[in-house]
T-cell receptor, first 113, second 111 residues
């Protein structure tokens, strides 16, 4: 099993450009999450999904959109990238909610210039 | 806002010593989890302790939970250089589907 995979691993964008980060899991997990990690800030939840076709806002959702069309995939979109979105983005999945452990992907390092 | 606050922010010890990290949180929880993050990698789950448990062990890890003080501690015994990483606590408030992560403790174990 590959677990949780993220594509791409690195990306550099110019201000105003758009991109989509892809997260895939092969563990048949219901819940999926997108976090961003900034120095000294820990992990902050952007959006999450409790099942195929559902999405919900997390702590810092502004400037991001998500979609969960298939159970195994969770996409994070940046419509118009800003320098403040420079960060490391992590995807995670869990069997069913906060009473279960989360499995994390390796991260995507995004720089917006 | 962050739910969990880890203390200390950074810790440096010699190999073989014990390392203790603390986590405090603000609201009631269903469970508390500890994760490890090696530099440049994703987080890895270490241990989960439920709100009705007071202590839990896993190998060289010992976690305690005091719900009256809204705090938890992670003890790593007989530390190794490979334990060098950042450690995060995460709380599950219950019925939200989400975990809230603290800012982490960076542990350096010197050989």
């Amino acid at each position: 099993n590959a677990g949780v995979t993220q594509t791409p691993k690195f990306r550099v964008l110019k201000t105003g450009q758009s991109m989509t980060l892809l997260c895939a899991q092969d563990m048949n997990h219901e819940y999926m999450y997108w976090y961003r990690q900034d120095p000294g800030m820990g992990l902050r939840l952007i959006h999450y999904s409790v099942g195929e076709g559902t999405t919900a806002k997390g702590e810092v959702p502004d400037g991001y959109n998500v979609s969960r069309l298939k159970k195994q995939n969770f996409l994070l979109g940046l419509e118009s990238a800003a320098p403040s979105q420079t960060s490391v983005y992590f995807c995670a999945s869990s069997f069913a909610g906060e009473i279960y452990e989360q499995y994390f992907g390796p991260g995507t390092r995004l720089t917006v210039t | 806002s962050q739910q969990g606050e880890e203390d200390p922010q950074a810790l440096s010890i010699q190999e073989g010593e014990n390392a203790t990290m603390n986590c405090s949180y603000k609201t009631s929880i269903n469970n508390l989890q500890w994760y490890r993050q090696n530099s440049g990698r994703g987080l890895v789950h270490l241990i989960l302790i439920r709100s009705n448990e007071r202590e839990k062990h896993s190998g060289r890890l010992r976690v305690t939970l005091d719900t009256s003080k809204k705090s938890s501690s992670l003890l790593i015994t007989a530390s190794r250089a490979a334990d060098t990483a950042s450690y995060f606590c995460a709380t599950g408030p219950g019925n939200t589907g989400k975990l809230i992560f603290g800012q982490g403790t960076t542990l350096q174990v010197k050989p």
